[in-house]
């Protein structure tokens, strides 16, 4: 929304937009009948998306924001002075947004994706924010995901939240809301906006 609560839409939806890797996975499994035999021994690869977290990694580590930015900026014909003008509100703003995802690993919860792929999928959705938000938080039910989340997976996740007192996994998304804005409220945290998201759901802009 504008600052002024109006809502703001893109033209085109795929100037921003994500990619939900569970729902394309749970309509391949059902529309196995009507896939092709080749499509079928290809439905449970999920190697494109291993690579495509190890290619947004390497994307980061890489390019700066700005850089991105500027480079974005660029194809809807902003000059180099109109883009130095903006960009220190926008930089701002991309730096005072956490983005907040719940990540269910070692239980399967309410999800549709298969508990094997979940890992891979978290990666790939990280990587995808953290190209522009660089304050990401994963809230976990688990003591086992907590440990993954901070150090095994690799991402240099802001927090991680454990909520461990959620009596149902498919709580998890509302509990995570909630302990947002209990820290933002209580100033544990210091953040003027909050951006959700499903931990595999693979951010698209352009």
């Not at 890489?62 to 220190?88: C, D, E, G, M």
């Not at 399967?108 to 978290?122: E, P, T, V």
């Not at 809230?139 to 007192?165: I, T």
Request: aromatic share 14%; net charge positive.
């Amino acid at each position: 929304t504008a600052g002024n609560g109006t809502l703001i839409q893109s033209i085109d939806m795929l100037d921003f937009s994500v990619m939900h890797l569970s729902t394309f996975e749970r309509l391949q499994r059902r529309w196995l009948d009507a896939l092709s035999p080749a499509a079928k021994a290809n439905s449970n690869n999920i190697d494109p998306i291993i690579r495509s977290a190890n290619s947004l990694a390497s994307f980061n580590s890489n390019i700066t924001r700005r850089h991105l930015a500027y480079t974005f900026f660029n194809k809807v014909q902003y000059n180099t002075s109109k883009f130095n003008s903006i960009w220190p509100k926008l930089s701002r703003k991309l730096n005072r947004t956490v983005v907040i995802m719940p990540f269910l690993g070692v239980d399967m919860g309410a999800g549709h994706s298969k508990l094997s792929y979940r890992f891979n999928y978290l990666a790939s959705c990280f990587w995808s924010f953290y190209t522009f938000y660089p304050n990401i938080v994963a809230a976990v039910k688990s003591p086992k995901d907590r440990e993954f989340a901070l150090n095994m997976s690799g991402l240099p996740f802001f927090d991680v939240l454990l909520l461990d007192y959620i009596p149902k996994s498919a709580g998890l998304p509302v509990a995570t809301v909630q302990q947002t804005k209990q820290r933002i409220a209580s100033g544990q945290w210091d953040f003027d906006y909050v951006f959700f998201t499903e931990s595999d759901q693979i951010l698209l802009m352009r």
